[in-house]
């Protein structure tokens, strides 16, 4: 499923949360986002999971991602 968000600036395949957190972090405004691969507590990254990591109020926040796949 990445496969679609490579070309996507916003997308990061092999990022952590703590990594995340680090790069937002460093971001300058509210809302900066980006969305990556999930990782497990022995942070190893699971391909089919997402979560959007974002920044509010200068604290990032990360919620799960998921995707549904509806047949109109």
């Known amino acids: 499923m990445h496969g679609v ?4 600036r916003w997308f990061y395949a092999n990022l952590s949360r ?4 680090d790069m937002l972090c460093r971001i300058s405004y509210e809302g900066a986002f980006l969305v990556r ?21 200068r604290i990032p926040d990360h919620n799960s991602l998921l995707f549904v796949n509806i047949k109109v």
């Open 18 to 21: 703590m990594q995340a957190e």
């Open 37 to 57: 691969q999930r990782t497990d507590q022995h942070n190893v990254t699971d391909s089919s999971q997402f979560a959007i990591s974002f920044r509010y109020a």
């Open 5 to 8: 968000f490579l070309d996507v």
